[in-house]
């Protein structure tokens, strides 16, 4: 299994501004995850980030709202820029373990924009 | 694409009551099926899973069962207790193609004493 970390755990920022959030995996990987879930919502995929790659990011997303870095097998940055209040919501960074196929899930990072 | 449609809630139910939440599924490939509960205030925790058809995954007394003709992956208990409340998400992953994962709407349980 991976342990995995996020921090922020929480942050209320203001609209226009950016807010970088770091995922850390206690082991190498080679796919990570970043998803958002919008407050009572599911999750929803923003891009799938590898390690030595452009991140591939879903319809709906783009990377010059959300630039993603992944310098190493156990660590990648989600920015969410100039942000507005529709982008409050919880961000979740996991991981996928390709021995079982499991995905592990770092706690999330609560933002609110004001 | 591939997608998960999921029971939707909220359920309410007694201690001890039978459970079942229903969860369908749309997928090209040979998709991994799961479950997540997220607990209040928590992040996503992996319940149960089935890799492949007739499989069942179990845990906590929670069980699923990979059905690949009539493409489900119900979720069930034979009693529930009060710490079962949350939020339970169904979930595919192909492993063959892209390894992404999709998510259902999540299903909020409440169980009352």
């Known amino acids: 299994s991976a342990v995995i970390s996020q921090k922020p755990s929480r942050d209320i920022c203001q609209r226009g501004t950016s807010l970088t959030i770091q995922c850390q995996v206690d082991?190498?990987?080679?796919?990570m995850f970043w998803y958002r879930q919008q407050p009572g919502q599911s999750l929803t995929l923003i891009a799938t980030a590898n390690q030595g790659s452009e991140a591939t990011y879903e319809s709906g997303f783009v990377i010059d709202k959300f630039p993603i870095s992944r310098p190493n097998l156990t660590f990648s940055t989600l920015t969410v820029s100039n942000m507005s209040p529709e982008d409050s919501s919880i961000y979740l960074c996991s991981a996928l373990d390709r021995d079982s196929y499991e995905q592990y899930f770092g706690p999330g990072t609560r933002l609110t924009v004001t | 694409g591939n997608s998960v449609t999921q029971m939707e809630g909220p359920v309410t139910l007694s201690e001890e009551a039978f459970l079942t939440i229903n969860c369908t599924y749309t997928?090209?490939?040979?998709?991994?099926l799961f479950w997540y509960v997220q607990y209040p205030g928590e992040g996503l925790q992996l319940l149960l899973k089935a890799t492949k058809a007739d499989d069942k995954g179990s845990n906590k007394g929670f069980e699923a069962t990979y059905r690949k003709e009539t493409t489900s992956f119900h979720l069930e208990k034979g009693s529930v207790q009060v710490s079962d409340s949350a939020v339970y998400f169904c979930a595919l992953s192909d492993v063959v193609r892209n390894n992404d994962m999709r998510f259902g709407a999540g299903t909020r349980l409440t169980v009352k004493p």
């Open positions: 082991s190498q990987v080679t796919m």
């Open positions: 997928a090209t490939g040979y998709p991994s």
